[in-house]
């Protein structure tokens, strides 16, 4: 179907709107593939921020069984009222502290009461404080190791606990409880590329990289789960808020997450589960990244797109281009061939005229070089003739006188005389007649020894010799018989005249391969006259004794069979001409 260009700009246009709708439909997905993609590669600053953590717990965990083992911790328990050893325990447990960096080391009884601490030279220290309702210090009275996260409401600060229970014998006395700063950990994680949050059981937030997410909760929580908080003290209830947060599942362990407030925030969230401690600690990284890259994506995808829609209309632009001009093209072939068709019967006839001169070329030649060889040829026959009638008169004589046998011997020999005359007659009217325009397979030897019968006589009578030695292998090529023979013939009987002028003329043939080379020892083609050798009525002979027609008819008739004609100058001396034919397949020789 042919497109005209406003169809074509329609088209295009069409295509571009199709593509432009498919990447609007497609950037959703895109954009989620992204922030899975995101996500995975949150998860790897994830795991090692959680080891980090859980590295630091368990670095305190064995810090309380081993300062329980202080047997002066047990003699203040058992002599609460001795200002000696307690002056000694506080300050044995403020240096503690300091040691191993925790925000308070402290000695309660077994009614829970603290009688030690580390920070006993503060104003917020824990000394007279009560903590027997801290599941921490019932859990250590039992005799188990226990830890423990809260909002301390009596410093203001964030801590992790650990406790043990102290031992008398095999009787617990009291409980040894040290506290450590969780601040320290969210320092580290400030400057990340990605956000970090810790959220309990409950999914309440109490550690994180950003302030403003402290004490929040991800989801309401129940009026149990706000009592149990308000019994152990462990946040401050007038300080819980919900995190406005809506997530949307990408996989497993990911979520797209909008954080609501001024501005909206949009994050790619990664969870990972710290079963051990009960807690999830997730990573939020801005969405951003993951927009920008689908973005990116469909813009490159577009610029092919684009790229492809342009050159999709440069071709159909070239095709209509091309359309017209054929369109413009036949009609002037129209015209054209109407011009055409009223010349071609004079075109016809003339070519036919054309043709037939050409024969009739090709024929004069040949009975040129007959006429070239009358005298051998009147020699050849002549011969014979007196022969035949000397054996004729003999044998006349022979039979009148009884001689039989003598008579016979010599009516053979006028037998022989007669085959000898009619074999030279059949070499001369096969080398006269026209011959057909038909080319097939040839034995070369036989045609080149047909034309050496024809040229015998001339060299019979003006002397020379042709030097040639057969092929030991056929040699099949393509062309007519009689027409080859008379290219040979003519290439002979010129390196015969080119040698006139010497006593001892020899032309060489040889065969190599499909090529039949003949060559003369004469003068040689002058250089400035090679290039015209092959010209019509071109000769270098003298006047009146060539129309320079011989070479040009070879030519063409070499031609004719699909081969070539050259002429060069021998190193040596004298002329080569070269006939390079077409190999053929053998097959039984027509006749020519």
């Known amino acids: 179907m042919k497109l005209s260009r406003r169809r074509i700009f329609g088209l295009v246009a069409a295509l571009a709107v199709i593509i432009a709708l498919g990447a609007a439909l497609c950037f959703p997905a895109l954009e989620r593939h992204y922030m899975r993609k995101q996500a995975a590669q949150d998860a790897v600053p994830l795991n090692l921020a959680a080891e980090g953590l859980r590295a630091a717990l368990e670095r305190y965990a064995p810090l309380p069984a081993l300062i329980a083992e202080r047997a002066e911790l047990a003699r203040l328990l058992n002599n609460p009222d001795d200002a000696t050893l307690l002056a000694m325990v506080n300050e044995d447990l403020r240096q503690t502290g300091a040691t191993v960096k925790a925000s308070d080391v402290y000695l309660m009884d077994i009614s829970g009461r603290t009688i030690a601490a580390a920070s006993y030279r ?9 903590f027997n309702y801290q599941s921490y210090f019932t859990q250590a009275l039992t005799g188990d190791l226990s830890s423990f996260s809260v909002y301390g409401t009596t ?4 801590g992790y606990f650990y406790a043990a229970p102290v031992e008398d014998g095999e009787r617990i006395v009291g409980v040894l409880a040290i506290k450590f700063n969780i601040s320290a950990f969210e320092s580290i994680w400030r400057g990340a590329d990605s956000e970090f949050m810790v959220a309990d059981r409950n999914d309440f937030v109490f550690m994180s990289s950003r302030p403003d997410w402290h004490f929040r909760a991800k989801r309401p929580l129940s009026d149990a789960t706000l009592r149990l908080i ?15 947060i809506t997530a949307t599942p990408l996989n497993e362990d990911a979520q797209q997450v909008y954080i609501e407030g001024e501005p909206r925030e949009s994050y790619v969230l990664t969870s990972l589960r710290l079963n051990d401690l009960d807690w999830t600690m997730s990573a939020l990284s801005p969405r951003k990244p993951a927009t920008l890259n689908a973005l990116n994506t469909l813009l490159i995808a577009g610029l092919f797109a684009s790229l492809a829609l342009a050159a999709l209309l440069a071709y159909l632009l070239k095709q209509a281009r091309q359309s017209e001009a054929l369109a413009r093209e036949q009609e002037a072939k129209r015209l054209l061939e109407a011009a055409v068709a009223e010349r071609t019967a004079d075109l016809q006839t003339a070519l036919g005229d054309l043709r037939q001169t050409q024969t ?14 009358s005298a051998a040829l009147s020699h050849e026959f ?7 009638k000397s054996y004729a008169d003999n044998a006349t004589a022979f039979l009148d006188r009884d001689r039989l046998p003598e008579a016979k011997d010599n009516i053979s020999r006028i037998s022989k005389m007669a085959d000898r005359m009619a074999t030279i007659s059949a070499h001369l009217r096969n080398f006269a007649r026209r011959p057909q ?24 009578s003006e002397g020379g010799t042709v030097n040639y030695t057969s092929p030991t292998t056929e040699v099949w090529v393509t062309g007519g018989h009689v027409r080859l023979q008379q290219v040979i013939v003519n290439l002979i009987n010129n390196a015969l005249d ?12 040889t065969v190599e391969g499909t090529t039949l080379h003949v060559r003369d020892t004469g003068h040689g083609i002058e250089p400035a006259k090679v290039a015209n050798i092959f010209d019509p009525f071109f000769t270098t002979k003298a006047p009146g004794k060539g129309l320079g027609l011989g070479l040009s008819i070879s ?3 070499v031609s004719d069979f699909g081969g070539a004609l050259s002429a060069a100058n021998h190193p040596d001396g004298g002329a080569v001409f070269s006939v390079a034919l077409q190999p053929a397949t053998p097959l039984e020789v027509a006749a020519q």
Do not use: H
Not at 155 to 158: A, D, I, N, Q, V
Not at 360 to 373: H, N, T
Not at 498 to 509: F, G, I, S
């Open 155 to 158: 410093t203001g600060e964030r």
């Open 382 to 388: 002549n011969q014979p003739l007196a022969a035949v």
């Open 230 to 244: 308000a019994q152990n003290l462990q946040y401050p209830i007038d300080r819980i808020d919900l995190l406005p």
């Open 122 to 130: 503060e104003p917020g220290s824990y000394l007279g404080r009560n």
């Open 498 to 509: 080119a040698m006139e002028d010497q006593p001892n003329r020899v032309v060489t043939m």
């Open 360 to 373: 009739d070329l090709i024929q004069a030649g040949k009975l040129s070089a007959l006429g070239q060889m």
């Open 555 to 557: 030519f063409n008739i």
């Open 437 to 460: 325009q038909a080319t097939g397979p040839l034995l070369l030897n036989t045609v080149i020894q047909d034309a050496l019968a024809v040229i015998d006589m001339r060299l019979a």
